[in-house]
């Protein structure tokens, strides 16, 4: 049975939806459309999806402590409760 990490997925699958624009000053904003909220500033590219991902992660964790509703991205829904098997199944 393969290993799932449903939080890192659901990470990968957010950034992959993100959208970057070039500013004046050559420096880059960066967003993900689904996560409101959610932007970073950087002065590469690159630099800007660091923290783009940096800030998606802070986002989720708050959300995760307030319970805010999170969106479903790729059918993937981190607001379900978590299911536990009983101790005697193990």
């Known amino acids: 049975m ?3 990490f449903i939080i890192s997925e659901y990470i990968e699958r957010a ?4 959208e970057y624009d070039k500013l004046e000053d050559g420096a880059f904003s960066g967003r993900i459309p689904s996560c409101k909220g959610v932007i970073a500033l950087g002065p590469t590219l690159h630099e800007c999806e660091t923290e783009l991902r940096s800030t998606l992660e802070d986002w989720l964790l708050v959300g995760f402590k307030l319970k805010h509703p999170l969106p479903v991205i790729y059918g993937i829904d981190l607001n379900k409760e978590p299911e536990y098997e009983p101790v005697d199944a193990v």
Do not use: D, L
């Open 15 to 18: 950034m992959a939806e993100a």
């Open 2 to 4: 393969a290993a799932q």
